[in-house]
């Protein structure tokens, strides 16, 4: 099925943008040629990008044999990454904004943090941390409303040289404390309450319900953001403003080593446990500057837009170190898509006149379902660059996106990566390649994509093909390590397939040599001998008027082998018949063919979603095969509520 997901329909780059753009089609050629040709003297030249205190003499030093695993780039090289991403910018562009604020209410003010405010703010940042004895090699949580102080938080430990992790806010006070303690964190910085969507979750006091399960030296910093009323514990709880009204807002960045750890992040949980993934000082900030400037074609001067949560790893890499790395403006948004109404991303896209906005599927679809009357009331001419990550992409979303948003002359990159690697591994480039609606198309400047066959380990080669996608070789921004946990990270990324990084994804090769992801390697169904992606049924499903959102998985089936099993959400006012069960079935007959055909289709009002907006297949997988009793770890499900009517409602197989 090797045809299905490709569409006729190619998008090549605009004259205008080709001209003005970074890298052109000659350019991208000749530049991912030599980056794989001669690695380290393209990583040599590109490092050139950052300000090192010493420089390094080894560009890379990589091994991925299991046992003996070790990723090393310009390890003897040092540096401060918050000395990047702001005192380096001061002589030329300290009054220029940083950090655009965007509040989660339209009726308070926005903030313009320019670069020398930035400067100040993070260093009374550093000084309350150092008071509070944190120092280099420290571990410190952040479990923060998405506000300016995140983002100070953030620098600050990179400045002192502490390791920041970040627990997105909307996690329970229990996933608060497994991180806390599993960092053994020495800090926990949070604020009062966060206001998100109109409503308040009381930070300050899921943090005090975790701190019971934690060490009592652990010590918590409470930022007001509201106001509100939280209980304060003495000797344990520190007031952030009264702390910084007194500090120095001079503090004399540390010198880092490359490989020093600059944070650990838990991964999303979409398929497992999360893993505590740990990136480092030089190669990170390396590959998040230049792939931020080359992947949205980045100009100096431009307003940068990134919806993600500082609480994922889009957040890090492109809300703050990226962008700041490269003395953009960027947006930091503490609302959400539909708060108040629907057209809230796009009047902050007016009112900031933002010129590269970047998103997940998961908001597209759900605007796309309000009409696009929200989006048309709004100016949008400023607008040159859109971007999706974190799921496939469904072509019906993707036209939307071009279509509605970027009134067809916006280049969309669809950039697949993952937590583990740092920053983008693939995207069309905006001025270089013509865009498929739904592939990631190209690998990124050192990155070698392999596809291989899932049970041999072979690589294949060609093109038009189907398999594991991993990599070969090491680049800059890759994970180093699982926290404390080495051999679950050898395990995880390096047993499978010998010799390469294994992504856990699925991929095609097609016609003309571009990537599309097919999902989780656990979501390749095979029925009846045929392979497929589940997310190609998803596609066709919620391409149909009446659907909103799908989710597919298979289920044993004693002559197929793998039936395939569809959860639908169907849209606002539409309702669940038989009727629509037959037409649905029939519907993906004939947009993909029969032997996609649904054994079962249930109605689910919702669908189990990770905070971060991904649909937990796993859990749909185990409720499909009737094995609800062991869920694994839901401690990361927006509404854990929802799996309860799932399994209530679930089709019966016989
Ligand atoms: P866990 O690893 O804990 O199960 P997760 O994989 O969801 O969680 P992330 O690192 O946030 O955690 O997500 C990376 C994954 O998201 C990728 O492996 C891929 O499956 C999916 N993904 C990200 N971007 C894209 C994209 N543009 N197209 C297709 N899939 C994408
Ligand atoms: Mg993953």
Not at 203 to 215: I, P, R, V
């Given at each position: 099925m090797s045809d299905t997901a490709t569409s006729?329909?190619?998008?090549?780059?605009?004259?205008?943008?080709?001209?003005?753009?970074?890298?052109?089609?000659?350019?991208?050629?000749?530049?991912y040629a030599a980056s794989i040709t001669d690695p380290d003297a393209f990583w040599r030249k590109e490092a050139g990008r950052i300000d090192w205190i010493k420089p390094f003499t080894r560009v890379s030093d990589v091994n991925f044999d299991l046992g003996a695993v070790a990723i090393n780039w310009f390890a003897d090289g040092t540096l401060n990454v918050a000395a990047n991403c702001i005192d380096r910018h001061l002589a030329t562009r300290g009054e220029q904004t940083a950090i655009i604020w965007e509040p989660d209410s339209p009726d308070e003010d926005a903030l313009h943090i320019t670069y020398n405010a930035l400067h100040a703010n993070v260093c009374k940042m550093s000084n309350v941390l150092r008071g509070l004895g944190v120092g280099k090699g420290d571990r410190v949580i952040i479990y923060m409303p998405m506000i300016p102080e995140a983002a100070y938080a953030m620098l600050a430990c990179a400045r002192i040289g502490a390791i920041h992790s970040i627990v997105f806010a909307g996690f329970s006070p229990d996933a608060l404390a497994a991180r806390v303690n599993g960092s053994e964190a020495k800090v926990v910085i949070t604020a009062d309450h966060a206001p998100r969507g109109g409503r308040a979750?009381?930070?300050?006091?899921?943090?005090?319900?975790?701190?019971?399960?934690?060490?009592?030296k652990v010590k918590c910093l409470v930022v007001k953001r509201t106001g509100g009323q939280t209980t304060w514990v003495e000797g344990r709880d520190y007031d952030y403003n009264a702390l910084a009204a007194e500090a120095s807002d001079e503090c004399a960045p540390e010198e880092m080593g490359a490989e020093d750890p600059l944070f650990v992040l838990y991964t999303s949980g979409s398929t497992g446990q999360p893993k505590g993934v740990v990136h480092t000082t030089g190669g990170y900030i390396v590959y998040a500057a230049m792939t931020h400037e080359i992947t949205f074609d980045y100009h100096e001067g431009d307003v940068f837009w990134c919806t993600a949560d500082v609480g994922w790893v889009t957040g890090h890499s492109y809300i703050v170190y990226g962008p700041l790395a490269n003395g953009a403006t960027t947006v930091m948004f503490e609302g959400v898509p539909t708060y108040p109404d629907a057209s809230r991303f796009w009047e902050v896209c007016d009112k900031h006149k933002v010129n590269q906005f970047y998103t997940a599927p998961t908001a597209i679809r759900a605007l796309m379902g309000q009409g696009k009357e929200f989006v048309e009331k709004c100016d949008l001419s400023s607008l040159r660059l859109l971007g999706t990550v974190g799921e496939p992409i469904n072509p019906e979303a993707w036209n939307w996106y071009n279509d509605v948003v970027g009134k067809g002359k916006c280049p969309i990159v669809d950039t697949w990566w993952q937590t583990e690697t740092g920053g983008h591994l693939m995207t069309p480039l905006p001025g270089a390649h013509a865009m498929k609606p739904g592939s990631a198309m190209k690998p990124f400047f050192g990155i070698k994509p392999v596809v291989l066959e899932p049970t041999t380990g072979e690589e294949i080669s060609g093109n038009d093909v189907e398999g594991v996608l991993c990599i070969a070789g090491s680049w800059p921004g890759q994970m180093r390590t699982v926290w404390?946990?080495?051999?679950?990270?050898?395990?995880?990324?390096?047993?499978?397939?010998?010799?390469?990084?294994?992504?856990?994804?699925?991929?095609?090769?097609?016609?003309?040599?571009?990537?599309?992801?097919?999902?989780?390697?656990?979501?390749?169904?095979?029925?009846?001998?045929?392979?497929?992606?589940?997310a190609e049924v998803e596609s066709a499903l919620v391409a149909h008027a009446k659907v909103a959102e799908a989710a597919?998985?298979?289920?044993?089936?004693?002559?197929?082998?793998?039936?395939?099993?569809?959860?639908?959400?169907?849209?606002?006012?539409?309702?669940?018949?038989?009727?629509?069960?037959?037409?649905?079935?029939?519907?993906?007959?004939?947009?993909?063919?029969?032997?996609?055909?649904?054994?079962?289709?249930?109605?689910?009002?919702?669908?189990?979603?990770?905070?971060?907006?991904?649909?937990?297949?796993?859990?749909?997988?185990?409720?499909?095969?009737?094995?609800?009793?062991a869920l694994g770890d839901t401690s990361t499900l927006a509404d854990p509520s929802v799996v309860d009517d799932l399994i209530e409602n679930r089709m019966n197989k016989s």
């Open positions: 006729a329909k190619t998008y090549p780059p605009a004259p205008e943008m080709a001209a003005k753009a970074h890298v052109n089609a000659a350019r991208y050629d000749e530049m979750t009381p930070l300050k006091s899921n943090a005090d319900q975790a701190l019971l399960h934690c060490s009592d404390g946990d080495h051999e679950r990270f050898e395990k995880t990324y390096f047993s499978d397939y010998k010799g390469y990084y294994f992504t856990g994804d699925g991929c095609k090769r097609d016609a003309d040599g571009d990537y599309w992801i097919t999902g989780r390697v656990d979501d390749v169904i095979n029925v009846s001998g045929h392979r497929m992606g589940t597919v998985v298979g289920y044993p089936h004693n002559i197929k082998g793998q039936g395939i099993y569809c959860y639908v959400t169907l849209m606002g006012g539409e309702e669940p018949s038989e009727e629509l069960r037959k037409e649905l079935r029939t519907w993906v007959r004939t947009e993909i063919g029969p032997i996609a055909s649904p054994d079962l289709i249930q109605w689910s009002p919702g669908l189990p979603k990770t905070r971060s907006g991904k649909i937990m297949r796993r859990i749909l997988r185990k409720i499909a095969e009737d094995d609800f009793g």
